[in-house]
């Protein structure tokens, strides 16, 4: 079975470029997670959904980004515009359940450069 | 938010066990205990998780103290793929927040 796909792997930006990230959960899983790693903060949950509707996002750090979710299959993370200090490792993950015993799927993640 | 506390590095010789320690004092009685491990360059990976009785699955096994406020992760023969970072996670009664902490690194010594 296919995990969670992300895409691009990779993104080098200069700033003020508007930056989108993509995800693919897995089929039949309800809930969804963006996250983002720096070595600073560590893994930050960004934003949560279920059933495809946002339940949380005071992750988010400002206006500059957003999320969406159109289907059960699919989730942009956009950030516009971007700055420097957004560089990280921005995973997607997407679980059966909500509920406390729901196990995580993370995809390998997409890494942002902004120069 | 209880929270969980691990050491920051552990090493390990090849093909021999690793007991990873975490301790959360303040666990309250509805959280799991949840661990993850992140390989380099790679997302977060379930390893597993238990709420009161030790759990076993092909990856680790996982020793909860009787009061609950430490717990063990238990890989019973360690290879050089097993070097990642390990996180011990609380999941709160909000169901979907997982609270990550800085991990253990692990490192396999060949």
């Known amino acids: 079975d296919a995990g969670v796909i992300q895409s691009p792997r990779h993104e080098v930006t200069e700033m003020g470029q508007e930056v989108t990230l993509r995800c693919k959960p897995i089929?039949?899983?309800?809930?969804l997670f963006w996250y983002r790693q720096t070595m600073m903060r560590g893994l930050e949950l960004l934003i949560y959904f279920n059933n495809n509707v946002p339940i949380d996002d005071s992750g988010m750090p400002e206006d500059r980004f957003s999320a969406k979710m159109p289907n059960a299959s699919f989730s942009t993370l956009k950030i516009q515009p971007s700055e420097p200090r957004d560089s990280a490792v921005y995973f997607c993950?997407?679980?059966?359940?909500?509920?406390?015993?729901?196990?995580?799927?993370f995809g390998e993640g997409s890494r942002l450069t902004v120069l | 938010d209880a929270k969980t506390t691990q050491p920051n590095s552990m090493e390990s010789n090849e093909e021999e066990p690793v007991h990873l320690p975490c301790n959360h004092s303040?666990?309250?009685?509805?959280?799991?205990i949840h661990w993850y491990r992140q390989l380099p360059s790679q997302g977060p990976e379930y390893v597993i998780h238990?709420?009161?009785?030790?759990v076993n699955n092909r990856m680790a096994s996982l020793a909860i103290a009787e009061d609950r406020k430490s717990s063990t992760l238990i890989l019973h023969r360690a290879t050089l793929r097993d070097a990642a970072v390990y996180y011990c996670i609380l999941r709160q009664d909000s169901n979907y927040q997982l609270i990550w902490g800085a991990g253990t690194k692990l490192i396999i010594k060949p």
């Open positions: 303040t666990i309250s009685g509805t959280d799991y």
């Open positions: 238990g709420l009161t009785s030790n």
């Open positions: 993950a997407s679980s059966l359940t909500s509920g406390r015993a729901g196990e995580l799927f």
């Open positions: 089929s039949g899983h309800n809930s």
